[in-house]
């Protein structure tokens, strides 16, 4: 595989030529940019002196704001400010179900994926809100440094998927900054603290913020970051902190729980204040102005804050050690355990920490800055300002590769651009009953059908034990090493059997190769979307009907008059001429569920009837369930 060189060989690091670069870290609460200079990577002011920029963008009618001004101006403009652009950018409006309940804005329903927010501004994407943000940094940067930015890298969660990265690219684009490349949040850390230049090993990345918690494994091999492991809770942090200790302070205060909006803000504030401050002191003092006037007088001592807080904080670390044993790694073997998010400032985080590893959490860069500074050293390495014998060599598989499903389609396993080496995993099962063998087609290309990706191998998994369509586990892995080479191996769970390939994806492949398939998987975008989910719907109407086939020779005798399997056959019928003929993915899909429809009395009959194990393994009425493993 061809290593993508970022920087051209031999280019100087002389300072006159030093190549401004920065590092981003564009969080769901604050963000930051950090630079390197004179070999010290250091977080950037704004004019007043402040580094951290709260996430937050208020539109009005003539002017967009950024930072402290807007968050300020949130409770009393809730629908023109926009304080979570993170939570949703890269998703789809069918993904906001969950969140968008919660958020006060009026998303918007168009025909479009991407989720529009209604402003007086007019409507925005949470791709625009990003751009703001991110333009507000990259102007800092420039004005900081006196010049143009060669590129900057901006850091994203370990989980963020495919469409969540390449939305935070496209932010990066409309706020006129080149991306040298994203960069894991938790790799972030870990270079920070120079831990890509220590010996190979195993790090823990613990971060708490203010409203998510991330818990992140990584492997150094060869100087190489791989996330082995990551986990987390999207709605737990520092917030979660501030309500335990207002709550605590309203009683203290005589102050119902549901007081007005203006009095818990207030009191929100305080406790914040309170809890930050104990990270500096054994006790603090508490003033709260109450609503029927005067004012209440307390304190609040680190003991309390711990008492208020460890069910929190116990929370957390269950989620480390869930996501040690995701890693199959134990305590003990982490070698260094970073601390990033404003709320590992807090003691007893740390105290709890330090128990479950058995070792001090590495603490000496400002939590909040240490995401900003690994990735304003890595932006200073990607420009090229290293010398010589440091310069940066990514490998990275430029296409993605994937096996064939049903249908023809591909099943990317390793997204393009994944840091090689890389292993990844997806279980497939069969689509027969008593399939016995399974063709594994590896491909590559980031085109939804086969027939236009690039055929790389074909090999046969034989020996799978007879079971019914569904019930086989073939974990197929795709593992690329540090030289580029893919080996491919499909192994059907229960009895072990396998089966492997060995390919060299990028064997032959040119460069301009390489565009002209990324070219044309982005000209294409729109008709292969229609192609795919029209091959997704007859598959997905082929199976309902062997499901419904077989479960009709089982019992249909038994459990249906004349005139009820004469509906059930119809509707079969039906089924079958329109999945056969129809080039129109909503079309199948509405046939599948009329069918459902229906049948709907057969499928509750079978039920009742107690028949469960009729589609062999597998509950009745999951038989038109659209919920299916990949069948393939
Ligand atoms: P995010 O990653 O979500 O953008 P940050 O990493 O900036 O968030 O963390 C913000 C959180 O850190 C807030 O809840 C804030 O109260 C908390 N925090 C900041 N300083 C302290 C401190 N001294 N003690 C405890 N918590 C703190
Ligand atoms: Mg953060």
Redesign the pocket.
């Known amino acids: 595989m061809a290593l993508l060189q970022i920087a051209e060989p031999g280019q100087s690091a002389a300072p006159h030529q030093h190549r401004l670069a920065a590092g981003i870290?564009l969080?769901?609460?604050?963000?930051l940019v950090a630079t390197v200079r004179s070999t010290q990577a250091e977080t950037l002011p704004d004019m007043e002196g402040r580094h951290?920029l709260p996430?937050v963008v208020r539109y009005s009618s003539d002017n967009v704001e950024v930072g402290e001004a807007a968050r300020l101006a949130a409770p009393s403009d809730p629908l023109n400010t926009i304080s979570s652009a993170k939570r949703l950018i890269g998703r789809a409006i069918g993904d906001l179900k969950s969140i968008g309940d919660e958020l006060p804005y009026e998303f918007i329903s168009a025909d479009s994926a991407v989720p529009r927010i209604r402003t007086v501004a007019g409507d925005v994407t949470p791709i625009e809100v990003s751009a703001e943000i991110l333009k507000v940094l990259g102007q800092r940067a420039v004005d900081s440094l006196g010049g143009e930015l060669s590129g900057v890298v901006i850091t994203v969660p370990a989980y963020f998927d495919d469409a969540q990265r390449q939305a935070t690219k496209d932010a990066a684009r409309l706020a006129g900054l080149h991306v040298f490349r994203l960069l894991n949040e938790p790799t972030a850390a870990a270079v920070a603290y120079g831990l890509d230049r220590g010996a190979d090993g195993v790090h823990a990345i613990y971060?708490?913020?203010?409203?998510?918690f991330d818990v992140s494994i990584l492997r150094l091999n060869k100087g190489v970051f791989e996330v082995m492991a990551t986990g987390g809770d999207s709605s737990l942090?520092?917030?979660d902190?501030?309500d335990a200790v207002a709550a605590w302070l309203l009683e203290q205060a005589g102050l119902s729980a549901d007081v007005d909006r203006g009095t818990l803000r207030h009191v929100l504030d305080r406790a914040?204040a309170a809890?930050?401050?104990?990270?500096?002191s054994e006790t603090v003092e508490v003033e709260i102005d109450l609503p029927q006037g005067g004012s209440w007088h307390g304190s609040l001592s680190r003991e309390q804050l711990d008492s208020l807080i460890d069910l929190l904080i116990r929370k957390t670390i269950n989620t480390c050690r869930r996501v040690l044993r995701d890693a199959g790694v134990s305590a003990d073997e982490i070698e260094d355990v970073v601390m990033?998010?404003?709320?590992?400032?807090?003691l007893r985080?740390r105290e709890k920490v330090a128990e479950l590893f058995g070792r001090e959490p590495l603490v000496d860069i400002d939590?909040?800055r240490v995401?900003a500074i690994g990735a304003a050293i890595q932006a200073d390495v990607l420009a090229g300002n290293k010398p010589g014998d440091e310069m940066l060599l990514l490998d990275v598989n430029p296409l993605s590769l994937g096996v064939e499903t049903m249908g023809g389609l591909t099943e990317k396993i390793i997204p393009r651009n994944t840091t090689i080496p890389v292993a990844r995993a997806q279980e497939f099962t069969t689509f027969k009953d008593g399939q016995s063998a399974m063709a594994i087609h590896v491909v590559q290309g980031e085109r939804e059908l086969v027939a236009d990706c690039r055929s790389l191998a074909r090999f046969e998994l034989r020996g799978i034990p007879p079971m019914v369509a569904g019930a086989a586990r073939i974990r197929v892995t795709f593992a690329v090493d540090a030289d580029g080479l893919l080996q491919v191996e499909a192994r059907e769970q229960t009895s072990g059997v396998s089966a492997s390939v060995e390919v060299k994806p990028s064997y032959g492949l040119t460069d301009d190769e390489v565009m002209d398939m990324l070219q044309a998987s982005i000209d294409h975008a729109q008709g292969d979307m229609v192609a795919r989910r029209l091959v997704e719907e007859t598959v997905e109407a082929r199976r309902v009907i062997e499901a419904l086939t077989a479960a009709l020779a089982t019992d249909g005798d038994e459990l249906l008059s004349t005139e009820e399997r004469k509906v059930v056959d119809d509707a079969l019928g039906n089924l079958a001429a329109i999945a056969d003929q129809s080039k129109d993915p909503k079309i199948v899909e509405a046939a599948i569920k009329q069918l459902e429809k229906d049948c709907e009395f057969y499928v509750e009959r079978r039920m009742n009837s107690g028949i469960r194990k009729a589609m062999a393994g597998h509950r009745v009425d999951e038989f038109a369930s659209q919920e299916d493993p990949e069948a393939k």
């Open positions: 870290d969080g769901t609460t604050n963000s951290i996430s971060d708490l913020g203010g409203g998510t942090g520092g917030d902190f501030d914040r809890k930050e401050a104990l990270a500096g990033v998010g404003g709320s590992t400032r807090n985080v939590p909040d995401v």
